[in-house]
């Protein structure tokens, strides 16, 4: 069983950055590396949407609306999933989820929320003019 925790979310003015973070612990016992990862968000009245992926193999991938502004990243050591906003924009806002797939190898870096069997509970994102 995949056990999510996300940090790092808060309020920003337009242009501004954060960086969120997914703590992940598996009951089973398989370890973080063998999970594809993901980022997704949802604003009021909107549909969850996602952000970012990242494979096992470190491949990532991203929603058209955040390409060249956030990053994702990985770090198999510490079990920690990271998402870097940079230049934020007002339509950045809502709640942002962390979600694992797998035990799974290979490139796979899906961003629609079918694929993922594990999510967090969320950290909320406000950008602000």
């Known amino acids: 069983q995949v056990h999510l925790v996300e940090s790092g979310g808060g309020s920003v003015q337009a242009g501004g950055s954060l960086r969120l973070s997914c703590a992940f612990s598996?009951?089973?016992?398989?370890?973080?590396?063998?999970?594809?990862m993901g980022w997704f968000r949802q604003a009021p009245g909107k549909e969850r949407e996602g952000v970012a992926a990242?494979?096992?193999?470190?491949?990532?991938a991203y929603t058209d609306s955040v390409k060249g502004r956030f990053t994702i990243s990985r770090d198999n050591a510490k079990n920690m999933l990271y998402l870097r906003l940079n230049s934020l924009k007002l339509e950045d806002t809502g709640m942002y989820y962390c979600a694992a797939g797998g035990p799974a190898s290979g490139t796979a870096t899906p961003l629609a929320p079918r694929p993922y069997n594990s999510w967090g509970q969320g950290t909320q994102v406000t950008v602000s003019s």
């Open positions: 598996d009951f089973a016992g398989y370890p973080f590396s063998t999970y594809f």
């Open positions: 990242i494979s096992t193999a470190r491949r990532s």
